[in-house]
């Protein structure tokens, strides 16, 4: 069956970086999209990031532009968010997410493009 497993996320001080990791089976990875989503506490989940499946192509969410940078390794079946200057306001709850559709070429920042999802990871930055 299908499974994510993030991997990564921890308590760190505002300013810091962490490096959130994703393992993905059950497909054939290297054809699909990948995103991560976040929700905070009290909040809906919203889009974090996105990569094509190529890895071609990215996509950010405007609060995480320019401190955060999606990657995946098709030979490795991963996904990692590196994330970079870290505020208080990114503390959430990380999943990631597979595309529903294999060489998805639509809107990636559509939650509803993403049919499957991992157990999330905690990322917490305190100030």
């Known amino acids: 069956q299908v499974q994510l497993v993030e991997s990564g996320g921890g308590l760190v001080q505002a300013g810091g970086s962490l490096r959130l990791s994703c393992a993905a089976s059950?497909?054939?990875?290297?054809?699909?999209?990948m995103g991560w989503f976040r929700q905070a506490p009290g909040k809906e989940r919203g889009f974090v990031a996105a990569?094509?499946?190529?890895?071609?192509?990215?996509y950010y969410a405007d609060s995480v532009k320019g401190r955060f940078t999606i990657s995946r390794d098709n030979a490795k079946n991963m996904v990692y968010l590196q994330m970079n200057s870290l505020k208080p306001e990114d503390t959430a709850v990380y999943y990631c997410?597979?595309?529903?559709?294999?060489?998805?070429?639509?809107?990636?920042?559509?939650?509803?493009?993403?049919?499957?999802w991992g157990q999330g990871t905690q990322v917490t930055v305190s100030s």
């Open positions: 997410a597979f595309q529903k559709s294999p060489y998805y070429s639509g809107d990636y920042y559509d939650e509803r493009q993403y049919d499957y």
């Open positions: 990569i094509s499946w190529g890895g071609g192509r990215t």
């Open positions: 059950g497909r054939p990875f290297s054809i699909y999209g």
